[in-house]
DNA sequence: CTTGTCTATGCAACTAGTTGCATAGCAGGA
DNA sequence: TCCTGCTATGCAACTAGTTGCATAGACAAG
């Protein structure tokens, strides 16, 4: 399980509330990581437990008050741990392919639609990653910004889901071919 | 959920046990999905019980007996159904792109390793994916086959596990220079 | 003749993840 | 004033998926 470990590099980088958690699981952690709210709580509680992290009640005006989370030395080691274990099969669970396969056995002319519009998320989607990386990574300004680690590594998994997204738009237009190529069928 | 309608595609194709099916989702179908034989003889229960597929007991002489499983008609109604559904979020869950944004918390150089046996995998599995286009969808012999929607569209899907594969042997070449650039840290 | 591997199916107990709902204060617009 | 939407947290009930174990016959190697 690693939820618990991608809520410890996000804290690392900027400790926050589980609200907060979840609305960047929503965005950059989100690219290649997904969860929701009451995911988050619940494993911030636990982690809690565990004394991963440490939490401060932080009271607001405007705003209900939040905790927000940092991590604790227990935490940072965990994330050590884990960081050095070898581990992991890349389980794989890719809807799209399934479809593809069944079309054979249906109307493969029907699923076009289907395909256009996951190509058009993905568009979407590099253009997302594109904007990101100009306003994050874009060319430098007069000021050469110091040698930071934690951005170079940011802005190197940012390449991947770009070579992803642009994988998956060219093979979609491949697949795309291979439908109108079948025509009508069953 | 689509483990059903992955099991649907996959006894389509070919009907049989849950053990063969436990098999191919070791290969070819677990290209894009994943799944434990305990999960697939649960589920393929349910699917018995929702008269999705048909069983038929197969005596056998020198093996254990076995179910047979075939798609009923339900079966391939629930499949044309989902089909035509327009879904997907396409969760992701990608380990390793955690543990890079985590490298820069702790030793960069020390995921050198863990990065290069990634792509090792990558590597051979590009290699087992293109022995098996070249043995099922190779250059055409004397004969040519007839057009066939299915194959058709089982080597797009592997075209995309090709290119796939391809991209993450390229990202993985940028991630392992970008950590040799960033040196030992911390 | 014992040990290990392969086919073949399954239960029980667990952990992970989803969905629906509840609460509650504040802000802005109709 | 009421309704919607945002921040903020959480419970309860469910579904999905994993891990460990059990059984059992056939076959091959040592």
Known sequence: MALEHAILVSLLEKPGSGYELARRFERSIGYFWTATHQQIYRVLKRMEADGWVDVRGVPQR???DK???SVAAAGREALSRWLHDPIEPE???HDLAVKIR???FDDPAALVREVERHQRMHRDRLAHYLAGEERDFGTAPDAPTPPDPGRELQH???RGGIAYERMMIDWLDDVLATLHRLGPGR
Do not use: I
């Open 62 to 64: 405007t705003r209900p």
């Open 67 to 69: 905790k927000e989370y």
């Open 91 to 93: 389980s794989v669970r």
């Open 102 to 104: 069944g079309a054979a």
């Open 156 to 158: 190197a998994v940012l």
